[in-house]
């Protein structure tokens, strides 16, 4: 625990893709994952073959069960796109427990409030000077992925911040 009821854990490896393409490029991912179509704009959406973070207009972050590049490309067949492997590039983090958007906020210029940061949000921003991907799973669970040069560095600004928010509910 790294405040009261909260936790910080690094994920294993998984395979990670980031597909950038017009509409017919980005559906085609989403069907290939068992969506009916890809996720709305800064939304996240999961089904039976993995997950689709929609981080731009243009662009998908794909979390697929199996790590299968050639099936995605066969998915994605003629249609224009750039499909890249950032398995080896990202680390997922999993901040939990009711203090984690607090702690977030002490981090990244963003609203981690839920109604302003609900739950099956996505976006990209800063966790502190690191670049990230936030991605509200529930209600006091975050999936945030960043680059493994950077993972050391996250998560002792995580911690940081945690020790002070710990101490500062002690004080109260």
């Known amino acids: 625990m790294i405040a ?4 910080l854990v690094r994920e294993r490896q998984s395979p990670r893709y980031v597909l950038q393409g017009r509409a017919p490029a980005l559906q085609a991912a989403g069907r290939l994952l068992g969506l009916d179509d890809a996720p709305a704009l800064l939304r996240a959406a999961t089904g039976a073959g993995g997950t689709a973070l929609r981080l731009g207009p243009f662009e998908l972050l794909l979390l697929p069960q199996a790590d299968d590049p050639a099936g995605i490309e066969a998915a994605l067949g003629a249609v224009p796109h750039s499909l890249v492997g950032v398995s080896d590039r990202n680390v997922t ?5 009711p203090w984690a958007a607090r702690i977030l906020s002490g981090l990244c210029p963003l609203d981690f409030a839920e109604h302003a940061f609900p739950v099956g949000m996505a ?11 936030f991605w509200r799973t529930a209600p006091h ?3 945030i992925e960043v680059w493994r040069s950077f993972v ?7 911690r940081e911040v945690a020790r002070g ?3 500062a509910s002690l004080a109260i």
């Open 4 to 7: 009261p009821d909260t936790a």
């Open 93 to 97: 983090l999993t901040l939990e427990g």
């Open 152 to 158: 050391a560095y996250a998560e002792n600004g995580i």
């Open 123 to 133: 976006t990209r921003s800063v966790l502190e000077k690191a670049d990230a991907v």
């Open 141 to 143: 669970r975050f999936h």
């Open 165 to 167: 928010i710990t101490f």
